[in-house]
């Protein structure tokens, strides 16, 4: 079975513009989940994508939004993008919603580099 | 909130020997999980071990176990006979009832031959 996919691997934007990210999940996983990795604030959660509804959300900007379509996969946008945004976007799908107890799998991430 | 903390932002330890990697955490909820993440150089985040909060027996993953003191709110991760492929950054993490994962800072091990 296949694991999770990130596309792209490497993206460089210029301030002010807009990026999007696109996962795909495992196969017969129905839940996806965005965490952005730095080397200041380490790794913190986006969002969290289940048929089709964000049902969860961490604590970023608006500037961050997702989505999620009828066959699991999901993309991430950031609009005006920020030299702060330069980041690891790490994807990662789980078989159902999330609690506890489900385990998730993650991608390889995106690198993106704003200049 | 949840929070995770590793105090040890980097190790060393010789080939085939034994490690120790520390983790606090603080929560409110009763219910809840702990992880131990590696993440290799090649960026791959691969899942360790993790732990039952009601389940005291420490769980174990061949070279792998933890000592989870649930009073203490610790999670520590033990690495026995450490091999060079165990080189990486390791990341504490703790899961509640919204489901997200919340990590700590993560440390950079490295297995010196």
């Known amino acids: 079975k296949a694991g999770v996919t990130q596309t792209p691997r490497y993206l460089i934007k210029t301030r002010g513009q807009q990026v999007t990210l696109s996962c795909s999940p495992i196969?017969?996983?129905?839940?996806v989940s965005w965490y952005q990795q730095t080397p200041g604030q380490g790794l913190q959660f986006l969002f969290e994508?289940?048929?089709?509804?964000?049902?969860n959300k961490g604590n970023f900007p608006g500037r961050f939004s997702g989505r999620q379509f009828s066959n699991s996969r999901s993309e991430m946008n950031v609009s005006t993008l920020e030299l702060g945004d330069s980041a690891l976007y790490l994807c990662?799908?789980?078989?159902?919603?999330?609690?506890?107890?489900?385990?998730?799998?993650f991608g390889p991430g995106t690198r993106l580099t704003v200049l | 909130a949840q929070t995770v903390t590793q105090s040890q932002p980097e190790m060393s330890v010789q080939e085939a020997e034994t490690v120790t990697l520390s983790c606090t955490y603080d929560?409110?909820?009763?219910?809840?999980?702990l992880f131990w993440y590696k993440q290799p150089p090649s960026r791959q985040m691969i899942l360790v071990i993790r732990?039952?909060?009601?389940?005291?027996q420490n769980a174990t993953e061949n070279r792998f176990s933890v000592n989870f003191q649930k009073a203490a709110k610790s999670f520590s991760l033990k690495i026995s006979d450490s091999q060079l492929g165990d080189t990486a950054m390791y990341f504490c993490?703790?899961?509640?009832?919204?489901?997200?994962?919340?990590f700590g800072k993560g440390t950079k091990l490295s297995v010196k031959p």
């Open positions: 732990q039952e909060a009601y389940k005291q």
């Open positions: 994508y289940f048929s089709e509804t964000q049902r």
């Open positions: 196969s017969g996983h129905r839940s």
């Open positions: 993490a703790s899961r509640g009832s919204q489901g997200n994962l919340i």
């Open positions: 990662a799908s789980s078989l159902a919603v999330l609690t506890a107890y489900n385990e998730q799998f």
């Open positions: 929560t409110s909820e009763n219910n809840y999980y």
